[in-house]
């Protein structure tokens, strides 16, 4: 257990729709990613968030949206939702400055 | 574009073998080294880190890096079934965003 916990687990949505993820760090840990992993596919970075600001983003659209709250949890938003969203989204936290993240179980998205 | 190729195998040893699993990287200014294990339907968990030339063990996993090859390696001895996974090589550029592989799969076969 990495501490680093996400929900939902699960998440059926159709296209064009709204989703919210969300993810609680691991205590002590200020900095918090999010990954998008595809079937057969290592993780792409989304974006960063550290102690609140946006410090780094992927090739990502616009429509993938974050926040992180004072007590480092995180959100990941996607709008308009499309088939290729479907994908196992990953959160990993660790302390800003080091490089060793630890990740968290993953939420599996499905678009139909 | 940074990148980091992995062989995705499947890869299979017997029981008890050495499991070589191999990466390579674009961005000469990476900066750190890692290997993390994947089982199916789970999230990576983090083997190893390694940050500079030459050779890191921690039990039955020895982690290589050649910075000037561009090269990385993780060596499993004494492989066992419970190995069985699919492997993420992942490096860091000066910023500290992580670039994965798209991972090697390890069948050990019993």
């Known amino acids: 257990e990495t501490g680093v916990t996400q929900s939902p687990t699960h998440l059926i949505k159709t296209r064009g729709q709204q989703v919210t993820l969300r993810c609680s760090s691991q205590?002590?840990?200020?900095?918090v990613s999010w990954y998008q992993q595809a079937l057969g596919q290592g993780p792409q970075f989304i974006f960063q968030?550290?102690?609140?600001?946006?410090?780094g983003r992927g090739n990502f659209p616009p429509r993938f949206s974050g926040l992180q709250f004072p007590n480092y949890s995180s959100e990941l938003n996607v709008n308009a939702l499309e088939l290729d969203d479907s994908a196992l989204y990953l959160c990993?936290?660790?302390?800003?400055?080091?490089?060793?993240?630890?990740f968290g179980p993953g939420t599996r998205l499905t678009v139909l | 574009q940074k990148e980091v190729e992995q062989n995705s195998g499947p890869l299979s040893v017997p029981e008890g073998a050495i499991a070589s699993l191999n990466c390579t990287y674009s961005?000469?200014?990476?900066?750190?080294f890692f290997w993390y294990r994947q089982y199916s339907g789970k999230s990576p968990e983090l083997i190893m880190s390694i940050y500079s030339n030459g050779d890191k063990e921690d039990g039955r996993f020895t982690a290589q890096l050649n910075k000037a090859s561009q090269y990385v390696s993780l060596l499993i001895r004494d492989s066992q079934p419970s190995d069985s996974a699919t492997y993420l090589c992942?490096?860091?550029?000066?910023?500290?965003?992580?670039?994965f592989g798209t991972g090697t799969s390890l069948t050990v076969i019993p």
């Open positions: 205590s002590g840990h200020n900095t």
């Open positions: 990993a936290s660790k302390v800003g400055g080091v490089d060793t993240q630890y």
């Open positions: 961005d000469r200014g990476s900066q750190s």
């Open positions: 992942a490096v860091t550029d000066t910023g500290n965003q992580f670039y």
């Open positions: 968030y550290y102690r609140e600001e946006e410090n």
